[in-house]
């Protein structure tokens, strides 16, 4: 597939969102060091969720609640594992996984518009509460990439000790890396490699 990705902004922000929700909150290797999903204190989990949505443009206007924050943390442990399989290339189990988020979340489509845009399509949970929106709004986001042809686009860092996932938006389709330092890291370790000394 060539040319540039086209996901509305919709689309765009739940991806975003599904990306800082299991980067931040699902334990593994970030950048080549060990990283740890946030504790199960209410103080932990609100913040890391609250950082989650500051990063992606929605800060919080008041205190996360915690049992959000912890379905949420639930959340982001099931959508690692579409991340995962979309990497590996077994859509079937991310297929699967995704066709339960979307029925344990309830995912409601519904036509929405903002000041000054057209009409575009969203998906929202059964009522406003937190967790549910956004729980919603990642499944389907997750179900529009893999049920089409955007699906290769769901990736999981290829450098060594990072497993950390990522959109790749990218015009030709060959983000390998989570970010540009661990990019950076591989290039430095293939370079150090080049220059040692053969026996």
Request: net charge neutral; glycine share 8%; charged share 20%.
């Amino acid at each position: 597939m060539t040319g540039q990705v086209s996901f509305d902004s919709h689309a765009r922000s739940v991806l975003a969102a599904s990306v800082e929700y299991v980067n931040r909150l699902t334990p593994g290797y970030s950048g080549g060091v060990a990283y740890a999903a946030p504790a199960d204190d209410p103080d932990s989990v609100t913040a890391a969720v609250g950082q989650a949505l500051t990063a992606i443009g929605y800060p919080p206007k008041s205190a996360v609640p915690v049992d959000d924050a912890r379905r949420l943390v639930g959340l982001a442990a099931r959508m690692r594992t579409v991340f995962e399989a979309a990497a590996a290339d077994d859509l079937d189990s991310a297929a699967t996984e995704i066709n339960e988020l979307l029925v344990d979340t309830n995912a409601r489509p519904q036509l929405d518009r903002g000041r000054d845009r057209p009409w575009s399509l969203h998906f929202h949970g059964p009522d406003e509460q937190l967790a549910n929106g956004w729980a919603a709004g990642c499944a389907a986001g997750l179900a529009l990439a893999v049920g089409s042809d955007l699906a290769g686009r769901l990736g999981v860092c290829a450098a060594p000790h990072c497993d950390r996932v990522f959109v790749d938006v990218s015009k030709n389709a060959q983000r390998r890396f989570c970010s540009p330092q661990c990019q950076s890291r591989v290039k430095a370790a293939a370079h150090r490699a080049r220059q040692q000394p053969t026996n």
